[in-house]
Nanobody
Framework: QVQLVESGGGLVQAGGSLRLSCAAS????????MGWFRQAPGKEREFVAS????????YYADSVKGRFTGSRDNAKSTVYLQMNNLKPEDTAVYYC?????????????????WGQGTQVTVSS
């Protein structure tokens, strides 16, 4: 059974930083791509970042490009999202997800397992 557990969310002032972690189990982590998504109240879940199986390829939503960095440690079966220069509009529940492919995708329906989410709140 695949399990994803996010951590690292919290309350931060605008301009601050947070680092999210997502620990995975139950799947050969080093063989699959991972994604980060977020969902704000009243809005649809949206793509934030994706990391290929090796970590060499990363993709970002335009809204976070240059501020967020995705990475992974396959030895620890963990994926990370470093978030810098946070803005109030980044406030959302952040989810990590995995898909049964080495290659990334920005579409939520391409991912088959999801974590429970971690709340990120950015105050102005």
């Amino acid at each position: 059974q695949v399990q994803l557990v996010e951590s690292g969310g919290g309350l931060v002032q605008a301009g601050g930083s947070l680092r999210l972690s997502c620990a995975a189990s139950g799947r050969t982590f080093s063989s699959v791509a991972m994604g980060w998504f977020r969902q704000a109240p009243g809005k649809e879940r949206e793509f934030v970042a994706s990391i290929s199986w090796s970590g060499y390829s990363t993709y970002y939503a335009d809204s976070v490009k240059g501020r967020f960095t995705g990475s992974r440690d396959n030895a620890k079966s963990t994926v990370y999202l470093q978030m810098n220069n946070l803005k109030p509009e980044d406030t959302a529940v952040y989810y990590c997800a995995t898909r049964g492919s080495r290659f990334t995708s920005p579409w939520p329906h391409d991912y088959d397992y999801w974590g429970q989410g971690t709340q990120v709140t950015v105050s102005s």
